[in-house]
């Protein structure tokens, strides 16, 4: 081993070679300098087009979301009644081409049937809008400047997806080059053969491709580099003759002393420095691929399992959108979700259901998430008119391989779905043909990772007899828990995952209670935009998530918590359905007092909803209420006015813990009376008169970058600082200093206020603003509201 620390700062010095004639690989990210115009007029993809009087953009650009919305939109409620269409994107190369030198552009997502031209020669299509693109563009280059790249995004045969989709060039686009002979997109594989408590064997297979005009020799070499950036190994393959216009594959194994396994609760990262080398040592082109040493696999009998241990996959599923910022989403974003959604004991996602963002993998990856990565929301059947079905005959292979290829380095990934709830399935010969040939795709590409699909119905179709469910490595079905339970016992070789799972107590016991069972994944994690064709306008929205579309948790999330929460965990919400409780107290019981039955041995209907996170019934004579108590601990006491309600043990049916009062203003708390557990409580406090906001940003410090946000949180409080729920203020946002107001938000099914207003009204007392940095200093936010006090917070933006 050689002892020299090679930090992420060092990487460079470890890529620099004395003869090396040229930096192998440079990467260029073409975030600015866009010009954007929406419509589709004539030439805008000849290199000579004047486009001064275009509007100047960054990417990721999402123009849909600026609305507004409409309930005429051609995407109807699908797409959230936003808008649809054409839009063009130019942008001027800033290079000078080198002969021995290769140039790509790649897009990590336009949305969609997009068109790229560079200099005006056409260099591609893709009908997929989920997709990432990668073109070699060198031929068209000019050496006499400028290079123009002209791109073209069409979604105006909406609706295509069945939720907001988004428009434009939504996600990264960078500049590539790299020598003649270099690594593809997608191209380097690291996986781990063999993992003991003691050692591991990596496998690096990486291709290298020749597009010059002669054969070249090259060989490979690997360096892999601890959590800490320490060399543990390195290794030089032979020299081989790679012809023109030829790619070989060039493998190597590693082994490695005392490895560090990736794990949901340590997510543990490793580099794999690769270059490729001519024969004198010179280095032709490099690439660095963060891996995880990790052991999963599924079992027909016992479900999952990861580095040995036995668990279950707590899992959500997540659409693309960010909520307020559409589909063009920042990092921060999807930091600030998955850090919610972890506190709550998710400890899985299924990207729904589409290909996701290279950065929310990566995200993934640091945070210990596993992932179910999607590929396919249709195959040839149908579910809108303009949707996937219309190209998957000439296009699933490359998109499947496409895929599997740019994420298959990523140890979140457990699962590669082939589909959701796919309608080919009414026609087996055609269903089986379509699955088999995507399972190939997946398994020539990733031969280590199981593969699944999201079964629709398939007791009505037969999946379980005529042989569909069995071409999958784990059968996944949604919904429909004891079908898929009866489909193991039928055939006791099935590993089984639910792909798609409700909320309710009755979906989560049979997956509790079943070793079978791998886990679930609910619908959803994230309220999302679009899919509201069911309620219609002027519902926008999808909101089926643990959390509300601005990250915050909804009570659904709080009863999950106490389902899934590995800590201890107490919520406390008022049932304003009094049937759902027993017997009234006053409070005078005595401190283990129970109210209703406890250890029930199967699973209780649900009561009507009718919860509130809040302790102000509305009206003046709110009579009976019912304290509703969310907790894993095995007792728990509840107070009113801090007069003892009595302890209630843990029901073995999951069913919440409740206390039917009469009303008193006040004070309702429930705590964690557990042995050896302290400070673990809830509490609601009845509300007064509105008389001030309170700003709460979930971070002191903010960055300057796209990825960059910041949340701040407003609520409208009475004089002790008290939520009030009743209230709708409208609420006016504005960012000085070092700063800008990206959108504001409320989370509402309902409220039609573009996002990028600065004036939003409170839903339930609160509202949201997300601010970015602009340079460094401070950055000071207000909001304000006509017969409220004025609230200031201050953060700091960098660079």
């Known amino acids: 081993m050689n002892p020299l620390s090679l930090g992420l700062g060092a990487l460079a010095a470890l890529f620099a070679s004395t003869l090396a004639v040229a930096e192998p690989r440079v990467t260029t990210p073409l975030a600015d300098g866009w010009r954007f115009f929406q419509g589709d007029p004539g030439g805008p993809e000849s290199r000579d087009f004047d486009d001064r009087a275009w509007q100047v953009v960054s990417v990721p650009h999402d123009w849909a979301i600026a609305g507004p919305f409409d309930q005429q939109a051609r995407g109807a409620g699908e797409n959230g009644f936003l808008p649809t269409g054409v839009a063009w994107y130019r942008r001027t190369l800033d290079i000078v081409p080198e002969p021995g030198r290769r140039y790509f552009i790649e897009l990590d997502g336009v949305m969609e049937r997009s068109g790229v031209w560079v200099n005006g020669h056409h260099v591609g299509f893709r009908p997929m809008g989920y997709v990432s693109l990668s073109y070699d563009i060198t031929r068209h280059l000019r050496t006499d400047g400028p290079n123009v790249v002209a791109v073209r995004a069409d979604t105006s045969a909406a609706p295509s997806s069945r939720w907001y989709n988004g428009s434009g060039i939504y996600r990264h686009v960078r500049l590539i080059e790299t020598d003649d002979v270099h690594i593809p997109h997608g191209g380097a594989f690291v996986s781990t053969a063999e993992l003991t408590p003691d050692s591991a064997t990596v496998s690096v297979s990486v291709e290298v491709s020749n597009a010059s005009a002669t054969a070249r020799a090259a060989m490979v070499e690997t360096t892999i580099l601890d959590a800490d950036g320490w060399e543990i190994a390195r290794t030089r393959s032979a020299v081989s003759t790679i012809g023109d216009g030829r790619t070989e594959i060039v493998e190597t194994r590693l082994d490695l002393a005392q490895p560090v396994r990736w794990d949901i609760d340590s997510p543990a990262l490793y580099r794999a420095a690769i270059r490729v080398l001519n024969a004198d040592g010179a280095v032709l082109d490099d690439q660095v691929v963060r891996f995880g040493l990790r052991e999963a696999r599924f079992d027909p009998v016992t479900g999952f399992w990861l580095n040995g241990r036995n668990l279950k996959l707590k899992g959500v599923a997540l659409h693309h959108d960010g909520g307020a910022v559409g589909a063009a989403v920042p990092l921060d974003v999807w930091r600030q979700r998955l850090t919610a959604l972890k506190a709550q004991g998710v400890n899985a996602i299924r990207t729904a259901h589409n290909v996701p963002a290279p950065e929310f993998l990566d995200l993934a990856d640091e945070l210990g998430f596993l992932v179910m990565d999607e590929l396919f929301d249709q195959w040839n059947v149908a579910k809108t008119p303009n949707d996937y079905h219309l190209f998957f005959g000439d296009w699933h292979k490359r998109d499947t391989a496409d895929m599997v290829r740019r994420d298959r380095n990523h140890p979140s990934i457990i699962l590669w779905s082939t589909g959701n709830e796919i309608h080919d399935t009414a026609y087996p010969v055609q269903a089986k043909a379509a699955l088999r040939s995507i399972m190939d795709v997946i398994h020539a590409n990733d031969p280590t990772r199981p593969r699944t699909m999201a079964l629709f119905r398939p007791n009505v179709t037969g999946d379980y007899e005529n042989g569909i469910a ?330």
């Open 470 to 799: 069995d071409m999958l490595d784990v059968v996944g079905q949604n919904y429909r828990e004891n079908e898929l339970i009866a489909a193991n016992r039928q055939n006791p070789a099935r590993s089984i995952v639910g792909t798609e799972n409700a909320h309710n107590r009755s979906n989560w016991l049979p997956v509790r209670d079943t070793p079978a069972f791998s886990g679930m994944f609910l619908w959803t994690g994230i309220d999302y935009l679009g899919e509201a064709n069911r309620s219609g306008w002027p519902n926008i929205q999808h909101p089926s998530g643990l959390l509300d579309r601005t990250g915050a948790q909804r009570i659904r999330g709080m009863e999950r918590e106490s389902w899934w929460s590995e800590r201890p965990v107490v919520h406390v919400v008022r049932n304003a359905n009094t049937a759902a409780a027993g017997p009234a107290t006053d409070g005078a019981g005595g401190p283990n007092q129970p109210v209703v039955p406890t250890m029930i041995a199967v699973a209780t209907p649900p009561p009507p909803v009718a919860l509130f996170d809040d302790w102000t019934p509305a009206g003046e004579n709110p009579g009976q209420q019912t304290i509703e108590v969310y907790s894993n601990c095995q007792s728990v006491e509840a107070f009113l006015n801090e007069r003892s309600l009595g302890r209630l043990p843990i029901n073995g049916d999951a069913a919440p813990r409740r206390w039917s009062v009469r009303f008193e203003p006040g004070s309702v708390r429930a705590v964690c009376s557990d042995a050896g557990v302290s400070g673990v409580e809830d509490r609601l406090d009845t509300a007064g008169p509105a008389t001030g906001i309170v700003l709460t940003p979930d971070r002191d410090a903010v960055g300057s970058d796209f990825d960059s946000l910041v949340y701040v949180r407003a609520r409208v409080v009475d004089a002790q600082g008290v939520t009030v729920p009743a209230s709708n203020h409208r609420l006016r946002f504005t960012v000085q200093g070092a700063g800008t107001l990206i959108t504001t938000d409320n989370a509402s099914s309902t409220d039609h206020t573009p996002f990028a207003s600065p004036e939003r009204e409170a839903l339930n007392g609160t509202a949201v603003a997300l601010v970015r940095g602009a340079g460094g200093g401070p950055v000071i936010i207000e909001a304000r509201s006509e017969g409220l006090e004025t609230a200031r917070a201050t953060i700091v933006a960098t660079p």
